[in-house]
């Protein structure tokens, strides 16, 4: 079974790897080869060193493991789709430089400036559902019976993107429930595996609404228990009061929203935006591994243990300087999401899961075309999501004015004009002027409709417009 990773010398393609490289299953649904595609032969070079350590030290004599999937790097798109069996898409149009001119251009106007929440998450869609689509064009092209696992991020905006180009062959995933869910089961002391989540929501915007153990909706015993809900990551953030208020365990990400006012104090005040942070830290691994590639693993072991510990460093910071749990340090997450969806198509295996998904008829007052992150049944045939039930106002108040704001972006992308972009900016939950989100729009993309920072989608394309990215579960 061939795998094409869109983005191959992105960062975190040695988590994807290292969950293929002690996949256990039957041998039969195994994949054999992965296939590395980049527009940046530098970093390709150096994810493909790291690759070749781990192979080495994972697999192989002695190791009680079959050799791992052959390792191909390519710079041409449609050479690296051509025969693929599944192909994840983890882009980073513009690098992690882009990124950081998104957060800059919010903060600017003292709005939320953060990867794929509030007006940041806008710009980026603004740059990256184009080339999600060009990509998807390609896939119907070249490999029509691939299936294509989403990890690029706004995941939700931009699964649904490229859903209209290649339907439901195309499932977003993300890392933030699953590890949310398991959070949770843990704090009850149950196996995070033998429980029950119900999960409703839109990438990076939902909510854990029960875990089920052995038939027992164990959330009520959770939630008014301080020490326990206060003993993770989620419980930390929100804190026990607001948790009991809302009846439910929010996604991590919605802490922008329902703490919006100190989350923008503590990332104006702190030295360097996220993306700066993760420019500079991992221009250097690079380079470093550029210069000494036998020791590529180690340098980036050790620059991902520091990226883990400073996730959300800001957040943190603004309810009290907590520190990350160790078990929420080894990173991967969203390719253990990734590998076990592979597996359920691939071998039939039929499992439940947390996808971003077309909505048909499970979240109530969504429409069927909706991309929701819920869970889903996953087989041979793909992923039905299932029915999540009544949704609180609160919350499907909120999805709706967002997922209104994706579509904007996607207008927008799709049309090539300026006023769905501004209206996507405007309508944000988390942008309060109409002014604000003229003057981000002007900042951001000054020569619109070119959305590029001044260069011309053709140059943007062959400058990097599938270099590294950061991961759905976000930096």
């Not at 339907?167 to 196996?191: E, F, M, Q, T």
């Not at 090539?416 to 942008?431: D, S």
């Not at 260069?455 to 394309?461: D, E, F, Q």
């Given at each position: ?323 990350r749990d160790a078990c929420d340090l080894e990173g991967g997450g969203y390719d253990r999401v990734a590998l076990a969806l592979m597996r359920a198509i691939a ?129």
């Amino acid at each position: 079974m061939r795998l094409t990773l869109l983005g191959g010398g992105g960062f975190r393609v040695p988590l994807v790897y290292r969950a293929l490289l002690t996949d256990d299953g039957d041998a039969a649904g195994r994949c054999t080869e992965l296939v590395l595609y980049d527009t940046d032969r530098r970093r390709l070079d150096a994810i493909a060193a790291v690759l070749a350590e781990q192979a080495a030290q994972l697999t192989g004599p002695g190791t009680g493991r079959p050799p791992g999937p052959a390792v191909r790097t390519t710079t041409d798109l449609d050479d690296a789709l051509r025969g693929a069996d599944f192909v994840f898409s983890a882009i980073r149009v513009g690098g992690l430089q882009g990124r950081s001119r998104d957060e800059r251009a919010a903060l600017g106007e003292g709005v939320l400036g953060q990867e794929t929440v509030g007006a940041g998450g806008v710009l980026y869609g603004l740059r990256t559902v184009p080339e999600a689509v060009r990509i998807a064009e390609r896939v119907a092209a070249v490999a029509p019976d691939a299936w294509v696992i989403n990890f690029t991020n706004p995941a939700g905006m931009v699964t649904e993107a490229m859903q209209r180009v290649l339907g439901d062959r195309v499932i977003g995933i993300c890392d933030s429930p699953v590890g949310l869910c398991r959070r949770a089961a843990r704090a009850v002391g149950a196996d995070p595996d033998r429980a029950g989540y119900d999960y409703v929501g839109l990438n990076h915007l939902g909510w854990l609404r029960r875990v089920t153990v052995d038939g027992h909706d164990r959330l009520p015993e959770l939630l008014a228990d301080t020490a326990a809900l206060e003993s993770f990551e989620e419980g930390k953030l929100f804190g026990a009061d607001w948790l009991r208020t809302l009846g439910a365990l929010p996604n991590e990400y919605l802490h922008y929203y329902y703490f919006n006012r100190e989350a923008v104090a503590a990332l104006r005040q702190a030295p360097a935006t996220r993306g700066e942070f993760l420019r500079d830290q991992q221009d250097a691994f690079y380079a470093q591994a550029a210069a000494e590639p036998a020791g590529a693993l180690e340098v980036w072991e050790r620059t991902r243990r520091e990226r883990e510990a400073t996730y959300m460093a800001e957040s943190r910071e603004s309810t009290g300087g907590w520190e990350r749990d160790a078990c929420d340090l080894e990173g991967g997450g969203y390719d253990r999401v990734a590998l076990a969806l592979m597996r359920a198509i691939a071998r039939n295996e039929r499992t439940t899961l947390i996808l971003n998904v077309r909505n048909r008829t499970a979240v109530p007052g969504l429409d069927a075309e909706a991309v929701v992150e819920v869970p889903c049944l996953v087989d041979a045939a793909g992923a039905a999501p299932l029915a999540t039930g009544a949704v609180a106002p609160d919350q499907l108040g909120l999805m709706l004015s967002v997922k209104a704001v994706e579509r904007a972006v996607i207008e927008a992308a799709a049309s090539g004009e300026r006023t769905p972009a501004l209206r996507a900016l405007a309508l944000h939950p988390l942008v309060d002027s109409v002014y604000t989100a003229d003057r981000i729009l002007q900042t951001a993309y000054p020569a619109w409709p070119d959305p590029g920072y001044g260069t011309t989608n053709s140059a943007r394309r062959s400058a990097g417009s599938c270099s590294p990215y950061a991961g759905t579960g976000g930096p």
